[in-house]
């Protein structure tokens, strides 16, 4: 697990990088995602002073564990997650072995389980998938502060 350092950085921090990454394989990796996404969350908070909503912070958790769950369920090997703060989100990245892109099916309330895809794609500001030269890229972003009327601010599907 990697966090940014805690070291003064004299460079705004819309000028720097900010993020965090882990390769995970194994069951045990989902826990350890969701666990990275809140150190790196606090972290931004307390070290780089960016407001950092309970939504956010949830919804962050949420979206790692059903990205990271469908690569450890549907694609062999490793699968490798990425954060980073990008103009007050964060995009939160995973990677896998699988080419194949996730189709959100219709809805069907008699349905038990396999939803991930669709709450994700409703949390998040932005949702992009891409095949890669080896498996795919998938990329949810998640604004860090709400808007004062408390609604997610900006959704676009890409």
Not at 43 to 66: F, I, K, N, T, Y
Not at 78 to 106: F, K, M, N, Q
Request: aromatic share 4%; charged share 25%.
């Amino acid at each position: 697990m990697e966090l940014p350092g805690r070291e003064e950085d004299p460079q705004p921090l819309v000028d720097r990088r900010v993020s965090a990454s882990a390769a995970f394989e194994g069951t045990e990796e989902i826990a350890e995602g969701r666990d990275l996404a809140r150190a790196f969350l606090a972290d931004v908070q307390a070290v780089h002073g960016l407001p950092v909503s309970s939504r956010a912070m949830g919804m962050v958790q949420l979206v790692v564990s059903e990205l990271v769950t469908n690569a450890h369920k549907y694609a062999p090997g490793p699968c490798l997650l990425t954060l980073e703060v990008i103009e007050g989100c964060v995009e939160v990245t995973v990677w896998d072995s699988e080419p194949r892109l996730p189709v959100a099916r219709a809805a069907d309330p008699s349905r038990v389980g396999q939803h991930g895809l669709e709450i994700v794609m409703a949390v998040c500001r932005s949702f992009e998938m891409h095949r890669e030269p080896v498996g795919k890229r998938i990329t949810a972003t998640v604004v860090l502060a709400d808007d004062p009327g408390g609604a997610v601010v900006g959704r676009q599907i890409l």
